[in-house]
């Protein structure tokens, strides 16, 4: 039985990096990772989203014939999540939704700790969608380019880490969520650096990918 990660964006090392992250979390579980090369480099706002669904789309058809158990679209917006639902025969998440579940199958709040401003309205919206409005503090943007947590992962470490500090201090919620599959390598250092939980969408979603 095997699983599918499939990284909607053309980066390569990121997909590796998602795939480290979720091997890890799930010991014993065969994953596999794609990447989609026809995506763009990187899935920042509503027109990147738009750009990277058709040839996504095209790799969930992919999977299916190949026999995948599960697949995980690999990026936080839930980039064509209802749309790779409603094609595939096996169970398909994304890992936005695989985090937020995971908070609020414990009963915590959250804020998102996400990239830049041009994503925060879609993931307020997906969150709206869910139906967890009720546990949202905030979503708040680190003003870090995707790209930059692969070219300059020490200052996107802290950058995110300052981010995640004003949340933790100041939106009243039991946890925080890093709101894009880039950050799943700092989730380690981000957990021994606060008190408060912190939960990652790759690692969430091979969890709940399994139960499926």
Not at 94 to 106: F, K, P, T, V
Not at 146 to 158: I, K, S, W
């Amino acid at each position: 039985m095997a699983y599918l990660i499939i990284n909607p964006n053309s980066t390569a090392a990121m997909t590796e990096a998602m795939l480290e992250v979720a091997r890890a979390a799930v010991p014993g579980v065969t994953l596999e990772g794609w990447t989609s090369a026809g995506g763009p480099p990187a899935i920042q706002g509503h027109a990147d989203g738009l750009k990277a669904a058709p040839p996504l789309l095209e790799l969930i058809d992919k999977a299916g014939a190949e026999g995948f158990e599960g697949i995980i679209i690999a990026c936080f917006d839930d980039t064509a999540l209802e749309q790779a639902q409603a094609r595939a025969a096996v169970p398909v998440i994304g890992i936005g939704q695989a985090a937020y579940h995971a908070a609020a199958l414990r009963g915590w709040s959250f804020s998102v700790v996400t990239t830049l401003p041009i994503s925060v309205p879609i993931l307020e919206e997906n969150i709206i969608r869910y139906g967890f409005e009720h546990l949202l503090g905030k979503v708040r943007a680190s003003d870090v380019p995707v790209l930059a947590l692969e070219e300059d992962p020490e200052a996107a470490t802290e950058a995110v880490a300052a981010e995640t500090a004003r949340a933790m201090a100041g939106d009243g919620v039991d946890c925080v969520i890093l709101g894009c599959a880039g950050m799943a390598k700092l989730t380690a250092h981000l957990r021994a650096r606060f008190d408060k939980p912190v939960i990652d969408g790759v690692e969430s979603a091979a969890r709940l990918i399994t139960a499926l």
